[in-house]
């Protein structure tokens, strides 16, 4: 079973940076594809950004390209987010995703982590 671990989240202002982390344990780390997702109050959860098995492919929805960048260390068994020029409608609580693959279902989820942009 894996275990996926969000840290990171907080307040910050438009305009601001954070960094989140997703630790994974409970499987080889490079055997697995991640994800983060993000859910608003009232919305439904969406995709937000991928990272393939060895990281040398990534892919990114549409309102967060430019800024957000999707990152892995297979040493570490992290995953990370890092979230440039953040705007209020980023705020959202975000989970880590894996899968065991590059494509098809994700199969374990974190908690998720709070964040939240104020303007």
């Known amino acids: 079973q894996v275990q996926l671990v969000e840290s990171g989240g907080g307040l910050v202002q438009a305009g601001g940076s954070l960094r989140l982390s997703c630790a994974a344990s409970?499987?080889?780390?490079?055997?697995?594809?991640m994800g983060w997702f993000r859910q608003a109050p009232g919305k439904e959860r969406e995709f937000v950004a991928l990272i393939s098995r060895s990281g040398g492919s990534t892919y990114y929805t549409n309102s967060v390209k430019g800024r957000f960048t999707i990152s892995r260390d297979n040493a570490k068994n992290t995953l990370y987010l890092q979230m440039n020029s953040l705007k209020p409608e980023d705020t959202a609580v975000y989970y880590c995703?894996?899968?065991?693959?590059?494509?098809?279902?994700?199969?374990?989820w974190g908690q998720g982590t709070q964040v939240t942009v104020s303007s």
């Open positions: 995703a894996a899968r065991d693959s590059d494509s098809g279902t994700y199969n374990y």
């Open positions: 409970g499987r080889t780390f490079s055997n697995l594809a």
